[in-house]
């Protein structure tokens, strides 16, 4: 008897083991899965190949040789196509800002050709960025699930279906229910291997967009909010974990403007938020610095691909089938060469867009001189930033409409130089078309006029520096008859003496009122101006765009560029 519960015992034991080594071989099977990520930043609607240094590799005026000149959504596509043969495991993300501040041939629809020419390249997700909130996330809603414009309607004539990818946004929520207004993040499953894309922008949107069309929503710590949502990704057996996020970093500059692929004191916000990710996260794909770079920060790879759809990183894992986690990896920036075939379908629908478009943009609006550039000098003044100001002063001096002194102008909405020389719509040199005009202000902010005291331009001015509101110097443009003089040593908060606060030459009165123009970003508190929150009897008035038109219009002749001796710096 003992003999024969002895076999059973045994029997049963082989059982138990066969049965165990098979649930173990089923559970985890060997080998690894080879995943290909593709990647790119900062695409900011530019369908045609972008021109000068926008559209070159490295960042060279001309793009003389052996410079390369980069970039085209019809040559992207045929890149990607290219890539993605190499492997059937290929996911293509953006790290937000691929709409917004777009050239005209995008924005001028609302970014609806971008969003279309990025449904044929077969993107799957985009985190995200400070751009995409440009008309308010009312407008991003639209973007995602499709419908006419409410102003504009369908100004092609065949509808809009909305973006075939996701957006991502891990940490923007709404106040009013605390749920994000796209997914946090989403996953993709090859295998048996399960791989997560989490997608955000940086914390601080709201201070670098019109703060009216986010007034309702919240923006969240970055690495907190991606640490949060790591045990929920563990629970569900997601070991490779990937984040889109629209924040980046800065190098130094000769190994920015030499290398796409190097990694030379890497600074910024990005190294803290990598620094402070929990280790479960392999790859960080960054934006918004608008700088090529491919590093290993913590363990972790974290790339950019510059702007504009110059170079696409080719991310490479070698994941586990046995513990999904990731073996191997590597990166690349791959240079968006011009040498490749166009993209047939992309073709197809520059070409669409640009019969709609090219009435409006080779219009001609009036002429110039000679270059204005908006390059500000030592004191923070562009020949451009006076002209805008100018302009903008001219359309709101009239009782009734605003009945203006002085104008402001922020310099990050001004996106362009005007050149002198004519372009291939043939206007003829000196002259300015329409088209030229919205790529310096592509933003379609409209003007407001208000009330502030001279205390309160007073501050206005100081927290134009680092360290009032602002982490860098922010100088506004101002219009003629308005002047001041700022010292560079000066204390935070101090630096402009107010006797020199001068308007028509005389000195601003602390107690007195004085009516203001600046855009609607501005007016909002953006590009942290907290201060014109506080202006009072507001009157809006006509977009940007018309006004500089009209100025144009009234100039009686060419105009030239600005002075630039409004603004006065002192060591």
Known sequence: MKKFLYALGMIALVIIITSQTFSTVQAKPPGTIELQILALNDFHGNLEPPTSSAGCVPAVSGCPAPNIVAGGVEYLATHIDNLRALNPNTVVVSAGDLIGASPLLSALFHDEPTIEAFNEIGLDFNAVGNHEFDEGWTELMRMQNGGCHPVDGCQDGDGFEGADFQFLAANVVREDNGETIFPAYKTRKYKNVEVAF??????????????????????????????????????????????????????????????????????????????????????????????????????????????????????????????????????????????????????????????????????????????????????????????????????????GLGDAVVAFMNPGGIRADLTYAGSPAGEGDGNVTYGEMFTVQPFGNSMVTMTLTGTQIERLLEEQFAGCTLASARILQVSAGFTYTWKASGPVCDKVDPATIMLNGVMINAADSYRVTVNSFLADGGDSFPILTQGTNRLGGAVDTDAFEAYFASYGGPVPPGPQNRITRLP
């Open 198 to 399: 989490i997608g955000m922008t940086l914390e601080g949107t709201p201070l670098i967009v019109t703060p009216s069309g986010i007034s309702d929503l919240d923006f969240l710590d970055e690495a907190d909010t991606v640490n949060a949502l790591i045990p929920e990704l563990k629970h569900k057996k997601v070991e490779t974990i990937v984040v889109v996020i629209h924040e980046g970093a800065d190098q130094s500059t000769t190994d920015a403007t030499t290398n796409p692929n190097g990694c030379v004191g890497i600074s910024g916000p990005i190294v803290d938020i990598v620094n402070r990710l929990d280790d479960e996260v392999d790859v960080v794909i960054t934006g918004h610095t608008h700088q090529p770079y491919n590093c290993v920060i913590d363990g972790k790879i974290v790339t950019s691909s510059f702007s504009f759809g110059r170079l696409v990183t080719k991310i490479d894992l070698s994941i586990s089938r046995a513990t999904g986690e990731v073996e191997t990896m590597s990166a690349n920036n791959v240079i968006v060469t011009r040498t490749v075939p166009k993209a047939a379908p992309l073709t197809a629908l520059l070409a669409k867009y640009n019969a709609i478009a090219a009435p409006l943009a080779n219009r001609v609006i009036g002429s110039i001189t000679a270059n204005i550039s908006r390059a500000p000098n030592t004191a923070g003044e562009s020949a451009l930033g006076d002209v805008i100001a100018d302009g903008q002063l001219e359309a709101t001096d009239d009782p």
